[in-house]
Structures are given as structure tokens and as C-alpha cells.
């Protein structure tokens, strides 16, 4: 699913009226139905209906809503920023078809403070408020009666649905928050999510709903031009059953690389997670001091022990690189997942340099595999550009938090953050690797160019052990759906993986306190999110947030 700029909605827009010959009008019925039918749903209860209206066809959206409520008998009323005369076009005929066809519909013009005083009461005794004010044109910020009608709306405990987009929220900005946008508890927006449905936290609630409602544009209509595209649709890949004659070999060998004195709970929850996340087989190679507590994390998971060195750290030493004990670690294996709890001893680091140099399985790098890279990117570009066994472009996936990104890109932590995208983007090309930059909207960026965002997850994954599980999600995903190695399959397989490891903690949130929520409980909700579909039954798209998310 594309991610459109405000001016590519307004040219899917003119492309699907002038070029596919669907009525703008009809696009405003659609959407506003669209905006009735999910509030009929999810406030089903709600008997008293405020929509609040501007003058363009944000609130001719509004007005289409109105009138479905009020003949589904809600007591609505439509509070209009401006007088009547002053609509236009497919506006102006939503509102007179308000009149005609729901004459007990009170309208209220809010011309100035006395009216909007006049319309307050109705507010205040809401069940739901409906914003449909300003919609994806509208640059800030909210001015004059906007911002009074802001302020009073700010002060009742009803919920809030918004139509396309929280009033005063700029359709185009990448940002967490917007200062002096409307409240929304749910928003409804139409044909394609916008950069700030992405990558805004638009409602109160962590799990408030961010929802796509398809209102009649083709799919030829819909061009981006910035090649950014929402992860959570890739989840569909793992939405088919398993054939019924299945054997563990159809499913990928997953091979864990990690660990060194005193850690080993980091390959242990990326073992465990690339089983959970329905890998045929997984085997952590450890050194061999940690190789029993890592044993006891599942018996279903390999195990091959690795000689170690004796720095500080006591990680893997360089004679397990021989050609035969190599041959012999990789015999059968079809991912490798490198990095947790190496630890940072320069003879891991070079050990891991000689690994990633001489192995062409798809490998997932992370954690201090990473660290091993921090002044030596370039070798990371001349693996990244070999050919694997069978001849094609090898796969490399770098998951790194900001940190880990800073010291692979030689910048700050501050830099990283202040151009996520343009960063995560060049990095992939000129290293022709994906890149998963985790954070707050994790990016997946592509080797040509692409940027996937991912739109789940919560503040309870900010806990030791996430980054170890998304590893071991990753390895196994790449292990199912990316045998072909094409790199459609590979870009699909990473985006679920980032996706489902985000919707997993969702639901381990939702179910907890998310004070207590530990990573490895991430792993007890992966079921949950496996089965879920991001589609509703009413066709809407859920960009963000649970269903059936607790108040």
C-alpha cells in the first residue's frame, strides 16, 4: 500500500475523476459513508453525534456522514465553521441533499463566539464528535473560530472520529505529534494513507485506529512518486496455509550465531523467536561455555558448540572459520542470523568480519555483529555485492537501533534521527543491502531505494531482548518466503517480519501492563498476531491500532 504526499492525493484524485471517470461527488459519498459505517460500529452505543464541519469537501465528507447517521437514527447535529452560502461544488450538494433527505439534522453556522456559545451545548452532551474541518490540503496552523472550537472540544470526554485527518494536522509531515491539532481517538482517512498516517501518533490512545477506506480510485490512479509504502501489507504472504503433506525442510534451516561468556540470553530469545515465528529448523552455534543455558531455552532447538578465544568476553575464535568446521556449521542451513551477544572483544569482531566476508547464505546482521562494521562499511559493501551459491545477488539484512546506525554511518545518534529516511535510503543503495533502522516508525529500507514503514508496535518493546527477538522473526521469515532470493521476495519477507514482531508486542501490551511486558512475552502473543488481518470485516484497512483494544 503506497504512502502518498498531499499533492499525490489530489492527483489520484483528479486522475480517478478525469481519467477513470468516477464523480467527485461520488468519491464524497463514498468516503462519507465510509466515515458513518466504522462509527456505527465502533461507537455503537453512541446516540447523540456532533459532526463539526468546514467548508470544503473535508466537511462535504462530513455532511454525506451525517445524513447516513441520522437514518440509521442517531440524533445528529452538524456544527458548520461559515455560512451555507459559502460552499462549493460537491460541498455545497452534500448539504443540500443534509436538508432534503435529513430534515431533523440541527444545523448550527459558527460565525463567531456567540454562536459557537449558542452550539455548545450540544458538545457537551455528545456521545461522539465527528471532526471533518479541514482535511490532507489543509496547511497549518488552525486560525480564528478553528481554534476556539478546538478549545471547547478539548474539554469533553466524548471520542473523537476524524475524517481524513485530525484538523490542523499537516498531511505531509513525518512527525510524532502535531501542537494545536484537534484530538482524535480514531481516524478515518480514504484511498491511501498520507505521511502523517504513518508516521504520526494521531489519537490519545496507544491502540486508538488509524483506518484506509477504498472509496472508488482504481489502483492505476494511485502513483507515488517517493517511494514509501507500509509494511504491515506484506503481512499477507503469511496469510496462506501451510500445504497439508508439509515436512520441517520446506520451512528453512535457521542458523543462530551469537553469544559469548555471561550472554546468553541474546542468541537463547533469537533462537526461540525464529522458531516461534515457524522456522522447520533452528541450531545456535555458541561458544561452548554457554552452550547448556542456551540449550535449555527449548528442546527443540540445535545446538553447535564454537571454540572460543580468551579475551574479555570469551566469544568465538577464528578456527571455527576453518574450511571444514565452516562446511560443516553451514551444511544444510539456508539463513544465518549473526550478532546477538557476541560481544565487542576485537577478536569477535574480526572473527564476525571473516564470517560475513566469506559466507553468501542470506544472513540477518545485528547487534555487536554490527559494532564489528563501525570504520569498516566497505566491507560490508563488497559482501553485499557477491552472488550466493546459486548465483544471485546475496542477501544482507542490518537491523540497527539509531546507536548502531550512528556508528556504521559515522554520524551522531542525533543525526541519524533528524533524516531517518534519506539516511536509511542511501545507505541501502550504496551498500545494495536491506536495512531495517529501528525506532519509533521503524524503516525498511531496500537496495533500490524503497522505503517500507512500519506502523506497529509500542513504548513497552523499549525493553532489553526486542532487538534479539525482531532477529530471529526476520532469519525465519527469510527462511519461508524468501527461498527464491528474488528481491521482491526478500523485500516482502522483512517488512512482515518488522511488521508481525510490532503487532505481537501490541498485543502483549494490550493484554498487560506495559511496565511488565518482557520481550520474550512478545513471543506469547506472535499466535495472535499471525492470525490477525489488517483488513475488518466492512473492508477498512488498519493502519494502526487493535480492534479490540482495551478502553
Not at 124 to 133: C, F, G, N, P
Not at 278 to 297: D, E, F, N, Y
Amino acid at each position: 500500500m503506497e504512502i502518498l504526499t498531499s499533492t499525490e492525493m489530489g492527483a489520484a484524485d483528479w486522475r480517478t475523476a478525469e481519467q477513470f471517470g468516477v464523480p467527485s461527488a461520488t468519491l464524497m459519498e463514498n468516503a462519507g459513508t465510509a466515515v458513518a459505517r466504522f462509527c456505527l460500529r465502533r461507537y455503537a452505543a453512541a446516540r447523540r453525534v456532533v459532526v463539526l464541519c468546514g467548508k470544503g469537501n473535508n466537511g462535504g465528507d462530513g455532511m454525506v456522514a451525517a445524513r447516513v447517521l441520522a437514518a440509521a437514527g442517531a440524533g445528529v447535529a452538524v456544527l458548520l465553521l461559515g455560512r451555507e452560502d459559502e460552499l462549493k461544488g460537491e460541498a455545497a450538494e452534500a448539504l443540500r441533499r443534509l436538508r432534503a433527505e435529513a430534515p431533523a439534522v440541527v444545523l448550527h453556522p459558527v460565525l463567531d463566539e456567540t454562536a459557537l456559545a449558542t452550539a455548545s451545548g450540544a458538545i457537551a452532551s455528545a456521545d461522539l464528535l465527528i471532526d471533518a474541518i479541514v482535511g490532507t490540503g489543509f496547511k497549518p496552523p488552525l486560525r480564528g473560530m478553528a481554534v476556539a472550537l478546538r478549545e471547547r472540544v478539548e474539554r469533553v470526554d466524548a471520542p473523537v472520529v476524524a475524517v481524513d485527518l485530525p484538523s490542523g494536522w499537516d498531511a505531509d509531515s513525518t512527525a510524532q505529534s502535531a501542537e494545536g491539532a484537534f484530538p482524535a481517538d480514531a481516524v478515518v482517512t480514504f484511498t491511501a494513507p498520507k505521511l502523517a498516517h504513518a508516521f504520526g501518533h494521531l489519537t490519545r490512545a496507544t491502540f486508538g485506529p488509524v483506518v484506509v477506506a477504498e472509496i472508488g480510485s482504481p489502483a492505476e490512479a494511485i502513483v507515488s512518486t517517493s517511494g514509501v509504502h507500509w509494511a504491515g501489507a506484506a503481512k499477507s504472504i503469511a496469510e496462506h496455509p501451510r500445504e497439508m503433506n508439509s515436512n520441517k525442510g520446506m520451512y528453512g534451516h535457521v542458523l543462530v550465531l551469537g553469544g559469548s561468556y555471561g550472554t546468553a540470553g541474546a542468541p537463547s530469545m533469537a533462537s526461540l523467536a525464529a522458531l516461534r515465528a515457524g522456522a522447520g529448523l533452528v541450531t545456535a552455534a555458541v561458544p561452548r561455555s554457554i552452550l547448556s543455558m542456551v540449550a535449555a531455552v527449548a528442546p527443540e532447538l540445535m545446538l553447535a558448540p564454537l571454540p572460543e578465544h580468551q579475551e574479555d568476553g570469551a566469544g568465538p575464535a577464528l578456527e571455527s572459520l576453518k574450511q571444514d568446521e565452516l562446511a560443516n556449521l553451514l551444511h544444510g542451513k539456508t539463513v544465518v542470523a549473526i550478532g546477538p551477544g557476541l560481544g565487542r572483544a576485537k577478536a569477535t569482531q574480526q572473527f564476525v568480519r571473516s564470517f560475513v566476508e566469506r559466507v553468501s547464505l542470506p544472513m540477518v546482521i545485528d547487534a555487536d555483529a554490527l559494532n564489528a562494521f563501525a570504520g569498516s562499511v566497505d566491507l560490508l559493501m563488497g559482501a553485499a555485492t557477491r552472488n550466493d551459491a546459486a548465483g544471485r545477488p546475496r542477501t544482507l539484512v542490518l537491523t540497527p537501533h539509531p546507536g548502531e546506525m550512528a556508528r556504521l554511518a559515522g554520524v551522531t545518534i542525533q543525526q541519524v534521527e533528524a533524516n531517518r529516511i534519506d539516511l536509511a535510503r542511501s545507505f541501502a543503495t550504496e551498500h545494495k543491502l536491506t536495512l531495517v533502522l529501528k525506532g519509533w516508525r521503524t524503516l525498511i529500507a531496500h537496495p533500490d531505494g524503497r522505503i517500507a514503514v512500519n506502523t506497529s508496535g509500542n513504548p513497552a518493546m523499549a525493553k532489553g531482548g526486542s532487538g534479539d527477538i525482531l532477529t530471529g522473526i526476520v532469519a525465519a521469515m527469510l527462511a519461508q518466503y524468501a527461498r527464491s532470493g528474488t528481491a521482491e521476495d526478500v523485500a516482502r519477507a522483512v517488512e512482515a517480519a518488522v511488521y508481525l514482531h510490532g503487532l505481537a508486542a501490541d498485543f502483549a501490551a494490550n493484554a498487560m501492563d506495559r511496565h511488565t511486558v518482557l520481550a520474550t512475552d512478545t513471543l506469547a502473543h506472535l499466535s495472535e498476531a499471525f492470525r490477525y488481518r489488517t483488513k475488518d470485516a466492512g473492508g477498512l484497512a488498519w493502519i494502526c491500532g487493535l480492534r479490540e483494544a482495551k478502553a
